[in-house]
């Protein structure tokens, strides 16, 4: 499994530009985008956030 650090580039639904969230998926380069979108769903953000799933919608960083 690895761990990835992904920011918002801009507003995503109820997400702010430039919130940082963890995902840890099993995908590599990139997380899976139903692991993105379950994370985004734990934080409380609504459907318009969760539609925006797709790890290339971030800035992604792999922490390990």
Known sequence: M???KLKAPRQFGDMPKGYEFQVVSATIPTPNAKDVEKEIARLGFNRQ???????????VKKIS
């Open 2 to 4: 690895a761990l990835y």
């Open 49 to 59: 956030a969760q539609g925006y799933r797709s790890p290339g919608n971030f800035e």
